[in-house]
């Protein structure tokens, strides 16, 4: 289920109604019913933290990464997670739908969801952004609905797999393969062809926005 369907089924179960959640969460019905039909999906940690006391169950299943709807109350779940805050430290980076040229990274119409990386990726200054990917060119490596994880920089080394723009155009994921005459972008499905352009193509200019370091799927 998704995040919504799980809210609703929460909150009708508690016998909440979406007034006394939204007033609860400091917020408005309107929002309440955007999150239950999914129209808003990247709902803010302290929200969902805050849902999941009012419907007395836990932030981990209102996200859909866990099947147990109770509360993580008892003593050994409290020592598990305390432990984990203390030896693990993470960042958090927004996951986007799509990925527009020259987007600024508070474009949150685009926002879908969110991820935590190993805070050590970020040494150096290094930045981070999460992409949810479509379609089927880059299958079967990636497929629909897996969300990468992209080192935000302007070049790659030849046989990585990349997000580049061409000409200005949404993001696309592609392997890149440099020849002396032009990059190349390979789809891993034999079903699409690569394409070709010139490095100094004015028409059509390749700019690379980051490599994949890391594929997640949720099954």
Same mark, same amino acid.
């Given at each position: 289920?998704?995040?919504?369907?799980?809210?609703?089924?929460?909150?009708?179960?508690? $016998?909440?109604?979406? %007034?006394?959640?939204? !007033?609860?969460?400091?917020?408005?019905?309107?929002?309440?019913? !955007?999150?239950?039909?999914?129209?808003?999906?990247?709902?803010?940690?302290?929200?969902? &933290?805050?849902?999941?006391?009012? #419907?007395?169950?836990?932030?981990?299943? @209102?996200?859909?990464?866990?099947?147990?709807?109770?509360?993580?109350?008892?003593?050994?779940?409290?020592?598990?997670?305390?432990?984990?805050?203390?030896?693990?430290?993470?960042?958090? @980076?927004?996951?986007?739908?799509?990925? /527009?040229? $020259?987007?600024?990274?508070?474009? *949150?119409?685009?926002?879908?969801?969110? %991820?935590?990386? =190993?805070?050590?990726?970020?040494?150096?200054?290094? &930045?981070?952004?999460?992409?949810?990917?479509?379609?089927?060119?880059?299958?079967?490596?990636?497929?629909?609905?897996?969300?990468?994880?992209?080192?935000?920089?302007?070049?790659?080394?030849?046989?990585?797999? +990349?997000? *580049?723009?061409?000409?200005? +155009?949404?993001?696309? #994921?592609?392997?890149?393969? !440099?020849?002396?005459?032009? @990059?190349?972008?390979? =789809?891993?499905?034999?079903?699409? #062809? =690569?394409?070709?352009?010139?490095?100094?193509?004015?028409?059509?200019?390749?700019?690379?926005?980051?490599?994949?370091?890391?594929? /997640?799927?949720?099954?």
């Amino acid at each position: 289920m998704a995040k919504g369907e799980r809210i609703k089924k929460m909150r009708t179960q508690k $016998g909440i109604t979406q %007034e006394e959640l939204a !007033k609860f969460l400091n917020t408005t019905k309107q929002n309440i019913y !955007k999150y239950e039909n999914n129209i808003i999906t990247n709902i803010p940690s302290d929200k969902i &933290e805050q849902m999941a006391e009012a #419907l007395d169950t836990n932030s981990s299943y @209102i996200m859909g990464w866990t099947d147990y709807n109770g509360k993580n109350n008892n003593a050994k779940l409290r020592d598990v997670a305390k432990k984990s805050r203390s030896d693990i430290s993470s960042v958090r @980076i927004n996951v986007y739908g799509r990925v /527009r040229a $020259g987007f600024p990274q508070e474009a *949150v119409e685009d926002i879908v969801d969110w %991820e935590d990386i =190993p805070k050590e990726w970020t040494i150096g200054n290094k &930045e981070f952004i999460g992409l949810r990917v479509e379609g089927d060119s880059m299958a079967p490596k990636y497929i629909e609905g897996d969300t990468i994880i992209i080192q935000l920089q302007p070049d790659c080394e030849s046989g990585q797999d +990349c997000v *580049v723009y061409v000409n200005g +155009c949404d993001a696309t #994921l592609k392997k890149i393969v !440099k020849q002396q005459d032009g @990059i190349l972008l390979q =789809p891993l499905n034999p079903n699409y #062809l =690569p394409q070709k352009y010139d490095y100094n193509d004015e028409e059509c200019p390749v700019t690379i926005l980051g490599i994949i370091v890391e594929i /997640r799927r949720k099954v």
